[in-house]
């Protein structure tokens, strides 16, 4: 049990988050000698951007508010949010006239699940920022305990306000569509095969779903969503 406890405490501490431009070739790198097959997808990817954001519930909200919508869509909303509720912190969130949201234009199912991120935060004792360090699996496990929050949800918070090296969203559908090409399958890999197919990629999974979001926005244009 101590020796448990000790290499949770090694493993937080030692952990390499995604910080800049320098870890996201150091990735590249490390992803290319791994499996060679990527040395001719990063050739196509182009630039692999960082894409980081500040940790906290304004960031996890522009999340939930993405889910399922175009980024324009999801942009607008969130802006409208934002302007309303000013700060946009769980307090203010849970003190905030239920009209709001729907001045926003948010479904009840996100007005729902932002509450319930709220309460997590300002009532449970949630620290959003601590789950930038510590192992995936145990942050991963109190995100998704929070009624509306989802694997992909979860994952994407981890890889863009986190800096979580080795996090890998297989869920998502330009992902899937990505590697697809890629690896020129012949159907689209559901979630369960790719998780499996991303396991040679550790420790920098997180690298690689950038680089294969880059190469998506190759495939499909420069307008393109990459992730959410």
């Known amino acids: 049990m101590i020796a448990t406890v000790f290499s949770r405490l090694d493993e937080r501490h030692s952990m390499k988050l995604i910080d ?30 960082l894409r980081r954001s500040k940790p906290g519930y304004q960031s996890l909200a522009s999340i939930v508010i993405s889910q399922q919508v175009s980024k324009a869509s999801a942009e607008a909303i969130f802006n409208r949010v934002a302007g309303l509720i000013n700060p946009l912190t769980a307090k203010e969130v849970l003190a905030a006239d239920p009209d709001l949201f729907r001045q926003a234009g948010l479904s009840r199912p996100k007005q729902r699940t932002l509450l319930a991120v709220a309460s997590a935060v300002a009532e449970d004792g949630l620290d959003l920022h601590d789950l930038c360090l510590i192992d995936a699996d145990e ?6 305990a929070i009624s509306g929050i989802g694997p992909w949800t979860g994952e994407v918070y ?8 080795d996090i890998f969203p297989a869920r998502d559908v330009a992902l899937q569509a990505a590697i697809a090409d890629a690896f020129d399958m012949e159907n689209r890999p559901g979630d369960k095969a790719l998780y499996r197919l991303a396991e040679q990629w550790r420790p920098w999974r997180g690298v690689a779903a ?12 420069r307008d393109a969503a990459l992730g959410y």
């Open 158 to 165: 981890l890889l863009f306000c986190a800096g979580h090296p």
């Open 210 to 221: 950038r680089l294969f979001w880059a190469y998506y926005r190759e495939l499909r244009g």
């Open 20 to 49: 800049s431009l320098d870890d996201i070739a150091e990735g590249l790198d490390a992803l290319c000698r791994v499996d060679p097959r990527l040395v001719q997808v990063r050739n196509a990817a182009g630039d692999v951007p």
């Open 139 to 144: 942050a991963m496990a109190r995100l998704t």
